[in-house]
């Protein structure tokens, strides 16, 4: 009998018909769409007088560009007034569902999708955006798309897709204390590099990550975009779900129990052959940051930056290069150095858990004076749930600014930019030249060693200023 990963089981049930030497036409469950990318897809179905084939299988929300302050008011900047403007009327137009701007889901694309129960195990998911690979976290096939595959999916709800190569990369062990699902994949990033996972989807296993909170195997399957993986994905198991049981758009009554039943094949079978395996042992795994411009620049807090030795030509340049930009050396720590900026938010780490850990750990302390603090819920929902835990008002006294859900400071595509030069340590995905705004210096962390940033000032081991 043939043996089949996880990936294989999922991606084998979707193919609708096998190109000879080519790709295959993939079918896609669940359309995900944002203001940025659909407005020129949508144009296009229209001037070739297309419709939309299955609007039930997508969903909408403006979340890139939106402000994080009053979004009950008109929205100021023009392009993003437009983008949001074009995205209502494209729904509106084609029947797709769209939790808009001061709705109670509104949020983040891969923050709400979860929430309301549209991701599910066995799915493929697609979004023209590159972390839709968050949603691999239940199970699923999901990655991100471009423009003319956005199109491609409203007309034909299909896309061609070549296979991807098979990788597993393990996690085995128990996490030391102040030490996050953040840490593992910045850890395991930083091994094998930016570009290690380059034409491969990446399932995720071992006891460390069995162990983890949904919202955690979030965190790491939003970044596997970041190794060069095609996406990432976690066999599901009861942590799943429990998480998804009751959500609005889950299966109930006796279609639960077919869902569970069904769900419950979805797991690797043993023996089955990947094109790689990786393994990596939690107790290594310690609180991490980045110091360059590319999320595979990432060390221990406590470790000093890499130096130069064994380097040659180009690799060098480009480090140096990169080091420059940051205003770091080479073998000098990383600790002690000052920031001006925190951000906690993102699709990566916007969730109720993140922010249940920020304002555990700040409670009691207030922020460095030389600290702009901003905490960005991932969506309506995770606001309003701070605000019911009280989690706002321990924020608010630790001097920590709590805005309204979006993207924000992630990409500097709206209004909240780190100003040119400025330190910022954020708990989003990326930290390329100017992501945060023009100019701006991004050092990657957990929400844990974000917290700790914010309460010194400088660059922290969590575990130093916390006791954990």
Not at 420 to 436: C, I, L, P, W
Request: hydrophobic share 40%; charged share 20%.
């Amino acid at each position: 009998m043939e043996k089949n990963t996880l990936f294989d089981k999922i991606w084998d049930a979707h193919v609708v018909k096998s190109v000879p030497a080519g790709p295959d036409v993939f079918f896609i469950d669940k359309h995900f769409i944002h203001e940025v990318t659909s407005p020129v897809a949508f144009l296009n179905l229209e001037k070739r007088g297309i419709g939309v084939k299955y609007p039930h299988r997508t969903i909408a929300t403006p979340d890139h560009n939106v402000p994080t302050v009053d979004q009950d008011q008109t929205i100021k900047d023009k392009l993003s007034r437009m983008q949001v403007e074009k995205l209502r009327e494209n729904c509106a137009k084609y029947g797709i569902e769209l939790h808009d701007l001061g709705s109670a889901h509104h949020g983040i694309v891969h923050v709400i999708g979860p929430e309301l129960g549209v991701t599910q195990p066995g799915m493929t998911i697609v979004c023209g955006d590159s972390h839709t690979s968050t949603h691999g976290a239940f199970g699923a096939i999901a990655f991100g798309i471009g423009t003319s595959e956005v199109e491609m999916v409203l007309a034909t709800q299909c896309i061609m897709q070549s296979k991807p190569k098979k990788m597993r990369i393990s996690v085995e062990g128990a996490l030391g204390k102040g030490v996050t699902s953040k840490d593992i994949i910045l850890y395991i990033i930083s091994k094998i590099s930016a570009a290690g996972a380059t034409g491969y989807f990446v399932e995720y296993a071992g006891s460390t990550i069995r162990s983890l909170s949904m919202e955690a195997r979030m965190t790491i399957c939003n970044m596997s975009i970041e190794m060069g993986a095609r996406g990432g994905l976690i066999a599901p198991d009861q942590t799943t779900y429990d998480f998804l049981k009751g959500k609005q758009y889950a299966p109930a009554g006796e279609d639960w129990e077919k869902a569970v039943a069904y769900w419950n094949t979805l797991r690797t079978d043993d023996g089955a052959v990947f094109d790689q395996e990786l393994t990596f042992e939690a107790a290594d795994i310690e609180p991490m940051i980045t110091y360059g411009t590319n999320p595979g620049m990432g060390i221990k807090v406590v470790d000093n930056i890499p130096s130069t030795e064994g380097m040659e030509g180009s690799n060098k340049t480009s480090y140096l290069k990169a080091l420059d930009y940051m205003g770091f050396a080479p073998g000098e720590p990383i600790l002690g150095k000052s920031v001006d900026y925190v951000f906690v938010g993102s699709c990566t780490n916007g969730r109720i858990e993140d922010i249940r850990a920020v304002a555990q750990f700040v409670k009691g302390h207030k922020k460095a004076d030389s600290i702009t603090a901003w905490i960005v819920p991932g969506s309506r929902e995770v606001e309003k749930q701070a605000q019911a835990e009280g989690l706002v008002a321990i924020l608010e006294e630790a001097g920590f600014e709590l805005r309204q859900p979006g993207c924000s400071a992630c990409l500097a595509m709206n209004d909240d930019k780190i100003p040119a030069g400025k330190y910022a340590v954020s708990t989003s995905n990326r930290n390329f030249e100017g992501r945060q705004g023009p100019g701006a210096r991004t050092l990657l962390a957990s929400p844990l060693t974000v917290a700790a940033v914010a309460i010194t000032g400088k660059i922290t081991d969590p575990r130093e200023v916390f006791g954990n």
